[in-house]
């Protein structure tokens, strides 16, 4: 990877993506309400070729059960060297009811990050997994003492 231009993305095979995965706890879950687009942060695990979730009652849990398929999206960036991975996974998304998948859930040791009732777990089975690894270009580039100030009207 050191030989990696500063522009090179480097496209993941499928075990690399899982691989990554594995590596972090956080994503970010995609999916429709009522036609719009809503995003969620969760933390989950990978449990074979799926991911895991729990939640509570709720937009979250409306929207990633219903008929629409979701997107979870993972990431992370190595601060050595300067390597940064992002993960899309697509696909449906169903509560597990059953008593089995019920109880084959709590082997996952999988905590809300969240207080609160969190009693239902969602599995997402992906139809597509991608992924991309990219070199992130020096702060110096894309940060500026301005990022985080507010900006002044324009009136």
């Known amino acids: 990877m050191s030989s990696e231009s500063t522009t090179e993305v480097h496209n993941l095979e499928h075990h690399e993506c ?6 972090v706890s956080v994503g970010r879950l995609a999916v429709l309400v009522d036609g719009h687009p809503d995003i969620f942060p969760i933390n989950y695990t990978v449990d074979g070729g799926t991911i895991v979730f ?8 409306a929207g990633a059960t219903g008929d ?18 992002s993960v899309v996974l697509k ?20 905590f809300p990050w969240q207080a609160g009732r969190k009693d239902t777990f969602v599995r997402v089975s992906p139809e597509t ?3 991309r690894r990219f070199k992130v ?4 580039t894309w940060w500026t003492q301005l990022s985080g100030a507010a900006k002044a009207s324009p009136e």
Do not use: F, N
């Not at 899982?18 to 590596?23: A, C, G, Q, V, Y």
């Not at 729990?54 to 849990?61: D, E, I, P, S, V």
């Not at 629409?68 to 991975?85: F, H, I, N, R, Y």
């Open 18 to 23: 899982w691989e990554l995965l594995r590596t």
């Open 54 to 61: 729990r939640t509570g009652q709720g937009t979250k849990l």
């Open 68 to 85: 629409s398929q979701v997107a979870v999206e993972a990431d992370g960036v190595d601060p050595v060297t300067g390597l940064a991975w």
């Open 91 to 110: 696909g449906p998304a169903k509560a597990i009811t059953s008593t089995e998948g019920v109880l084959d859930t709590a082997a996952l040791y999988l």
């Open 129 to 131: 997994v991608t992924g």
């Open 137 to 140: 270009t020096a702060p110096m």
